[in-house]
Nanobody, 122 residues
C-alpha cells in the first residue's frame, strides 16, 4: 500500500505564508503526477496545483502567482508554498499522487492524503 502524509497546515493571518509538505511512502516504483487539492466548507474539492515527474506545473487561476508547487523526486515528497494568504484560501488541503507500483505494470493508482487544514484569519 501507499500512504501520503501531509503536514504544515495551521492558522495564519491574512498576508502570511505557509508551506505544506506531503511525503509518499510504501510500495512505490515511481510517481507520475503529484498535486494539491483543497476543499472549503460547503464546496467541492478543487485542484490547486499539479506537478508532473519532469517538473511541469499547472495552477488554478485563483492561486497563480501566489502559490508554488515543487517536488523532491528522490524523497517522493511534494510541497506547496503559499504566500499572501487570503481568508478565501481557508480549506482542507489534500495531497494527491499517481503511483506506479511495479516496473512490469503500467497502471497508475491514485492515492490521497488525509488532508491538512489551513485557516486564514482576516
Amino acid at each position: 500500500q501507499v500512504q501520503l502524509v501531509e503536514s504544515g497546515g495551521g492558522l495564519v493571518q491574512a498576508g502570511g505564508s505557509l508551506r505544506l509538505s506531503c511525503a509518499a511512502s510504501g510500495r512505490i516504483f515511481s510517481i507520475n503526477a503529484m498535486a494539491w487539492y483543497r476543499q472549503a466548507p460547503g464546496m467541492q474539492r478543487e485542484l490547486v496545483a499539479r506537478i508532473t515527474g519532469d517538473g511541469t506545473t499547472n495552477y488554478a487561476d485563483s492561486v497563480k502567482g501566489q502559490f508554488t508547487i515543487s517536488r523532491d523526486n528522490a524523497n517522493n515528497t511534494v510541497y506547496l508554498q503559499m504566500n499572501s494568504l487570503k481568508p478565501e484560501d481557508t480549506a482542507v488541503y489534500y495531497c494527491y499522487a499517481e503511483v506506479k507500483l511495479s516496473q512490469t505494470h503500467s497502471t497508475l493508482f491514485q492515492y490521497w492524503g488525509q488532508g491538512t487544514r489551513v485557516t486564514v484569519s482576516s
